[in-house]
């Protein structure tokens, strides 16, 4: 405890220099991955594997057994059945697709917008930017949930309306914090330069300012998923997530509710594998803000 | 970088007031918004207030078991108490309001305000004779005056919809000519047309009776009304608490305990969790255990889980208008595969009645094992074979996976059994407001309720919304099925006056409603709920009341 | 700037007006018939003369435009009109319900915020990169948890075994212990995150570089400087997470059987209430530009030189 405070104050008295983060020492420039990459490899391989895995497992995820139902975890089911008699561990890696397409079906198209708005309004400025800017104002005012709730309540459930509903609002903070990156990228030295040396703008934009707003693109991407992936789950919670039989984890957790007292072991599966993505998304977004603020401070 | 080196502007007002002032605000708003979520909280136990002296002796020897100042907590499912705006305020089952005429355990109208009543040889005239003694509990007395206050002004509202039951005048009192006093304690019923129903028609919440003190010119309530029952209703929370007090003056047996103290839970975890947490000491009413959790809580010492049959039924409909099951023999397949035992067994968690048919097993006088459909999937893969000769017959079955009372597994189950037959089983899980809007379009072939709590007792009330050709579940919800000799007996059935031969075209009607199957009773509801260890004669009646005023609770 | 706030001022009309009159347009093209939802509450098949009485009662007969255009007319008179399903003026049903969602609010926004910054600012300060990695994991993880997951095991724990706390209802401060931790716990992260990477840039620069070697006090250096720094940032995020607080705990409420206005949206949806989801946009709209409109109050009384440089465009 003594030492735990003592280190807690001298942290204060470290030196600081450009690259510190905390205190760490910097590892040896020779090492291949840098530190920053480490979670969103693991992320994207995790995302490989939930596209995957559902082809490695043979059972029919909505095959019904109605004399197999709520048994517990076993050998033959790794995560037991659930009240149809269904196999939980095909399910959830069958609902992990649906659920991941849907996730990065809605997070692409957002961030497209958001890309396209921002690089936008920052590149061009002037009016554009005004009355883009207007319009970022206008949709971030709007109640997020509210306005998803109401769509898909309104418009009913299905794919399309959900990414739709996903989409209609989160794009507007993305789009924001873009636009901020792009206008300061746009009013540094070297691409004045190129524009005084009348570089075309396609140019400009593909080759000066595309490579350098990909990394705060891929960090809002996978900030956005792991919130996109609760989302969902919320929505399912209210009744307004995939269709059965078709399962995503959000609809599973929600029909597990029902039998928390007699199955608990049904909701542990879909969860696990909510917070599991949803904290390495999370945790690739900061990694990806590390790499991005390593790479600002060398330039 | 400092501010204060910058060049000075002068804005509106300067920027370290302006957040200052916010801070002030911000906190002053919390506090002042925690303050008002902070009530005045009433005095909890220790306070024995109005205890009845022992005017009941039959109490008396067993009043030391059980603490007749208690105060007990109950959770529910539902809003109990809707307000000025209903034609009723509380739900019947907060005991605050009595009825003329009450229901048995077995359907049968029994005396409650009214003692006794009788209809004319004619059939155009009923005669009620009141209980007499009875007050209201703001001071009115109850007499004839006080009942045609109360019928003229459910006339008056009528048609009035409500969470607990649509106000329909007509149905309940017929084509009525006049309501007249004859001396303090005798009401009259004159009929246009006769109305041989009406003690089962009226009775519950038909003939429930408020202090005429309560309503306004338009009919509606101005506050909490004056009433006759057990328990009174002292203050309330719309969506959250309702608190009633032992009625001291009540004309019957007093409740046994002082106070209750209703918290209305929505999510069905959560009220289980108020149980198993002691926060509150029981969990009654409608909806009040999932079936689930009723069959997880089983063998649990600290909990007891009881279930009382209920009026309610498991449904499914057929939409006999159109293809597959325009064919009677297409609708005696499905009934006859579904495995009736096995749907409450497994399903239900054996919370049902499977040998019952379009009456409930409920109704003494009027349920005909006539009605029952049998268990024969032989004949019913013949019956499906000889109609589809090898083609499949697609079936559009909606349902609301959300709507708790219906079995999750059921719309699978149904697939599963009923596909090998030949049928396309396609189920579309689409949210409650849809549902209705596709069984009022008349977009589906089957589909299932779990409802139509029989509340009156009257066969009449069943048979006509399923069976007549003009009603509801055959007009406005499209079950479409016809058959002029089921119509004639139904119309025929309600100016009936005498009972065995209204049994007879009952029991008539039950067994072609059996034949034909326009809808089929899966199961008979038995409701469960559950009670910690310090609750003891805490039982559910048909119409889904608690016995509140016979609960206890141990000191 | 005060063209600035003007110009905020003058587009919440229009966005009200588009919000609510999409809402009219959404709601009617749904799905769902609030005749036969309201009918069927009770239990009953409603009967054909039932329906037409109701739908004539809601004015339900008459065209989109002409329900919306008396609708507006009532509004700007000052009555919400009455909800469809309960028959009960929109304007009680909300009233009830705004104090609640206002108190759950504003707790989970201040125990978020300030748990958040002071957490945010020791990982900032300390540079104990054991305890940074460590905690930052963790609150990846539980903010990574569905909301409805966390209460659910919040009830669990402290209700059904420890006992301490009631599950369920409104009225004391036990009760707001529980839907607060479920709601606050998740933008905890962000939070966390947030002041870190701000402190830590500004600890960087480079006159707190010179505070530091000239030896000034720590806790004035932190307190004075950095944080304040630090604050911009911070304040627009919160600004928005406000909002979405306000909003978003539709679930927390139903779990926690809190009467607040999240629920009562939800209803109104699913019963095609549109009286009632009309009323709740012209509250909630009103409140959530206000709260946006203060954080840039607020950013701006930080630092007048930055706080509008989004708006200005580029030059």
């Known amino acids: 405890m003594k030492w735990f405070l003592q280190r807690l104050q001298a942290g204060w008295h470290l030196p600081v220099t450009p690259l510190d983060d905390g205190g760490r020492r910097q590892p040896r420039s020779t090492l291949v991955i840098r530190r920053g990459w480490f979670f969103p490899l693991i992320f994207v391989a995790f995302l490989g594997l939930g596209f995957v895995s559902p082809m490695l497992i043979s059972t029919d995820p909505n095959h019904i057994q109605i004399n197999q139902r ?9 995560f037991g059945t659930d009240h149809l008699g269904r196999d939980v561990l095909a399910r959830v890696s069958h609902g992990g697709r649906t659920t991941l397409t849907f996730g990065l079906c809605a997070v692409a198209i957002t961030m497209l917008i958001a890309l396209g708005i921002g690089m936008f309004a920052g590149y061009y400025g002037g009016q554009v930017d005004l009355w883009l800017n207007s319009l970022i104002d206008l949709v971030l005012t709007l109640p997020t949930l509210l306005i998803t709730l109401a769509l898909l309540g309104i418009l009913g459930v299905s794919g399309p309306t959900l990414i739709l509903a996903l989409v209609s609002t989160a794009w507007a903070a993305p789009a924001r914090i873009l636009r901020a990156t792009t206008l300061a990228i746009r009013s540094s030295g070297y691409i004045e330069a190129a524009r005084a040396l009348g ?31 609760l989302v969902i789950s919320a929505l399912s919670f209210l009744g307004l997530g995939t269709q059965p039989p078709h399962a995503d984890w959000g609809v599973m957790i929600a029909e597990s509710r029902a039998y928390i007292g007699q199955a608990p072991w049904l909701m542990w599966a879909p969860g696990l594998y909510i917070v599991l993505y949803s904290a390495l998304a999370n945790l690739a977004g900061d990694g990806l803000k590390q790499v991005l603020d390593q790479s600002l401070k060398r330039t | 970088m400092n501010n204060e080196d910058r060049p000075l502007r002068r804005p509106l007002f300067d920027r370290r007031s302006f957040l200052r002032l916010m801070t002030t605000l911000a906190g002053g708003t919390v506090l002042a918004a925690c303050g008002q979520a902070v009530p005045s909280t009433a005095p909890e136990g220790g306070e024995p207030a109005g205890v009845p002296s022992a005017a009941d002796p039959t109490l008396a020897p067993s009043a030391a078991t059980f603490d007749r100042n208690a105060s007990v907590a109950l959770g529910v499912s539902r809003s109990l108490v809707l307000g000025e705006e209903d034609p009723w305020y509380t739900h019947s089952s907060l005991m605050c309001w009595e009825p003329l005429v009450g229901l048995d355990d077995r359907l049968n109208p029994i005396p409650v305000l009214a003692e006794s009543w009788e209809l004319s040889e004619d059939g155009l005239t009923w005669t009620f004779q009141l209980r007499q003694g009875v007050q209201f509990t703001d001071g009115e007395p109850f007499n004839a005056a006080a009942v045609i206050a109360n019928i003229e002004r459910n006339i008056q509202i009528s048609p009035r919809s409500s969470n607990f039951f649509t106000m329909n005048a007509p149905l309940a009192y017929g084509d009525l000519a006049e309501v007249t006093a004859d001396g303090d304690y005798t009401v009259i019923f004159r009929h246009n047309q006769p109305f041989p129903v009406m003690e089962a028609t009226m009775s519950n919440f038909f003939s429930a009776m408020f202090s005429p003190r309560s309503f306004t010119a338009e009919g509606n309530f101005s506050d909490i009304p004056g009433t006759t029952g057990p328990f009174i209703l002292v203050d309330w929370q719309r969506d959250q608490t309702y608190r009633l007090e032992r009625n001291p003056t009540y004309w019957g047996t007093p409740a046994n305990v002082r106070e209750i103290v209703f918290q209305q839970i929505a999510d069905a975890n959560t009220r289980l969790a108020a149980l198993e947490s002691g926060q509150v000491d029981a969990l009654v009413e409608l909806g009040a255990l999932s079936l689930p959790q009723a069959a997880a809580l089983r063998g649990r010492s600290d909990l007891t889980v009881a279930a009382g049959p209920i009026t309610l039924a498991q449904w499914i409909h057929f939409n006999c208008g159109r293809p597959p099951f325009d064919d009677v023999r297409l609708r005696q397949a499905v009934a006859f595969a579904l495995d009736r035992q096995f749907i409450v067994d497994e399903l239900a968690f054996g919370f049902g009645q499977a040998q019952t048919g379009i009456l409930s097993t409920l109704s ?24 589809l000769q090898g083609q499949r017959a697609t079936v559009i079955l909606p349902f609301d996976p959300n709507n708790a009372r219906i079995p999750r597994e059921l719309p699978e189950y149904m697939q599963s059994v009923l596909n090998p037959l030949g049928f396309d089983i396609q189920l579309q899980a689409v949210e409650a407001a849809v549902l209705t809007d596709i069984v009022g379009q008349g977009e589906w072939n089957i589909r299932l309720t779990n409802g139509f709590g029989w509340a009156n007792g009257d066969p009449d009330f069943r048979f006509r919304p399923h069976l007549h050709s003009e009603g509801s579940a055959n007009t406005t919800q499209n079950g479409r099925y016809r058959n002029a000799q089921v119509d004639q007996l139904i119309d025929s059935g309600v100016l009936e006056r005498d009972r065995q031969k209204r049994f007879a075209i009952c029991e008539q009607i039950q067994a072609i409603a059996a034949e034909e199957v326009p809808a089929l009773v899966l199961y008979d509801v038995i409701s469960p709920y559950a009670f910690n260890a310090k609750i003891n004669n805490l039982g559910l009646r048909i119409t889904y009341q608690p016995t509140l005023e016979l609960m206890t609770k141990q000191a | 700037m005060g063209h600035y706030f003007q110009r905020r001022l003058l587009i919440t009309f229009p966005t009200l007006f588009l919000i609510t009159l999409g809402a009219f347009l959404l709601t009617t093209a749904a799905r769902g018939d609030p005749v036969l939802i309201l009918l069927e509450q009770s239990d009953q098949p409603p009967t054909p003369e039932l329906v037409a009485f109701y739908r004539e009662q809601l004015g339900l007969n008459d065209r989109l435009p002409v329900r919306y255009w008396r609708w507006l007319g009532s509004v700007v008179q000052g009555d919400l009109g009455r909800s469809f399903l309960s028959q009960r003026p929109v304007a009680a049903i909300l009233g009830e319900r705004i104090v609640p969602t206002l108190v759950l609010g504003f707790t989970a926004f201040i125990a978020s915020t300030i748990v958040g910054i002071l957490l945010g600012a020791v990982l900032a300060v300390t540079r104990f990169w054991q305890l940074d990695l460590v905690t930052r994991m963790t609150l990846s993880v539980v903010s990574a948890i569905p909301s409805f997951c966390l209460a659910i095991g919040l009830i669990s724990l402290f209700g059904t075994h420890l006992r301490l ?23 905890l992260f962000v939070t966390v995150r947030l002041t870190r990477g701000a402190m830590i840039d500004i600890l960087h620069e480079d006159y707190i570089r010179t505070a530091r070697a000239k030896g000034l006090d720590q806790r004035r250096i932190i307190f004075h400087h950095v944080l304040r720094n630090a604050a911009l940032p911070l304040t627009t995020f919160v600004g928005m997470r406000f909002g979405a607080l306000l909003t978003g705990a539709a679930i927390i409420e139903s779990i926690f059987a809190w009467p607040g206005m999240g629920t009562v949206f939800i209803t109104a949806i699913a019963g095609r209430d549109l009286p009632v989801i009309g009323g709740y946009l012209l509250l909630i709209g009103p409140l959530i530009i206000g709260v946006n409109l203060l954080t840039d109050l607020l950013c701006w009384a930080i630092d007048p030189r930055v706080a509008f440089s989004h708006t200005q465009g580029a030059r």
């Open chain 1, 70 to 78: 709520l048994q517990p975890p076993s050998a033959e089911y790794w």
């Open chain 1, 199 to 229: 570089s075309p703008q396609h140019r400009i934009l593909w080759r000066h300012i595309a490579p350098n707003i990909a990394t705060p693109f891929l960090m809002l991407a996978s900030l956005e998923l792991a919130e996109v992936l």
């Open chain 2, 364 to 387: 003494e006088r009027w349920f005909s094992p006539k009605g029952i459909v049998p268990y024969e999937p032989e004949r019913a893969a013949e019956l499906a074979a000889e109609v």
């Open chain 3, 165 to 187: 706390l009631p599950v369920a209802g409104y009225g004391s401060w036990q009760h707001l212990v529980l839907p607060t931790l479920a709601l606050a716990l998740g933008p």
